[in-house]
């Protein structure tokens, strides 16, 4: 999952910033836009309104087996990596928002991950007690995800799907809520 840059960022873009898979980023610089593309993967975008911080994460798989040393490729391990570099900055726990990106069904062959990250994601945050303010979860088309972590804004966009389920009966993703814009 890789996305160029493009020629001409859109107004009001500032400097871009890519989270690819098993990283996160967090800013709180007015001109940041962190951007991404998820199929299966979920995003998680978390902004503390009164500080004016964010910052996002890109996970693979749910939750880690303790063997496994690629920690970074999970949802357990990037959700406490976000939260905890966010209170380090000067957010607080309580003034946290969350939205939340991607879990997509993006290959019909394959087990429905996306499903589990989605389903993952919005368990971790019930858990710990962080308001969800808007999602894009599900489905089978992939997204394009801009994200101003000082502001807290969202935009998405759908791409077309790939090798997924037939044509005919493509599966559009839960509704958008909160403050999301489409591009």
């Known amino acids: 999952m890789s996305l160029r840059q493009p020629r001409h960022p859109p107004p009001g873009a500032g400097r871009m910033v890519h989270v690819p898979q098993g990283r996160f980023e967090l800013s709180d610089a007015p001109d940041a836009v962190m951007v991404t593309v998820l199929g299966s993967c979920v995003s998680a975008c978390l902004h503390d309104p009164v500080r004016r911080?964010?910052?996002?994460?890109?996970?693979?798989?749910?939750?880690?087996?303790?063997?496994?040393?690629?920690?970074?490729?999970?949802?357990?391990?990037?959700?406490?990596?976000?939260?905890?570099?966010?209170?380090?900055?000067?957010?607080r726990k309580e003034r946290l928002e969350a939205k939340l990106f991607g879990g997509a069904r993006v290959l019909a062959r394959?087990?429905?991950?996306?499903?589990?990250?989605?389903?993952?994601?919005?368990?971790?945050?019930?858990?710990?007690?962080?308001?969800?303010?808007?999602?894009?979860?599900?489905?089978?088309?992939?997204?394009?995800?801009?994200?101003?972590?000082a502001s807290g804004r969202?935009?998405?966009?759908?791409?077309?799907?790939?090798?997924?389920l037939p044509p005919e009966r493509p599966a559009l993703p839960r509704a958008l809520g909160g403050d999301v814009d489409l591009f």
């Not at 394959?110 to 489905?139: K, M, P, Q, W």
């Not at 969202?154 to 997924?164: G, H, K, N, R, T």
Request: with cysteine; charged share 20%; hydrophobic share 50%.
């Open 110 to 149: 394959v087990s429905d991950i996306g499903r589990a990250n989605a389903a993952f994601a919005e368990a971790f945050l019930r858990h710990e007690g962080i308001a969800c303010t808007a999602r894009s979860l599900g489905g089978t088309a992939a997204r394009k995800l801009r994200y101003w972590p």
């Open 154 to 164: 969202a935009q998405v966009m759908l791409l077309p799907p790939a090798a997924l």
């Open 53 to 91: 911080i964010g910052g996002i994460n890109h996970f693979l798989l749910p939750e880690a087996d303790p063997s496994d040393r690629r920690v970074v490729h999970y949802g357990s391990w990037a959700m406490e990596a976000l939260i905890n570099a966010l209170l380090h900055r000067g957010a």
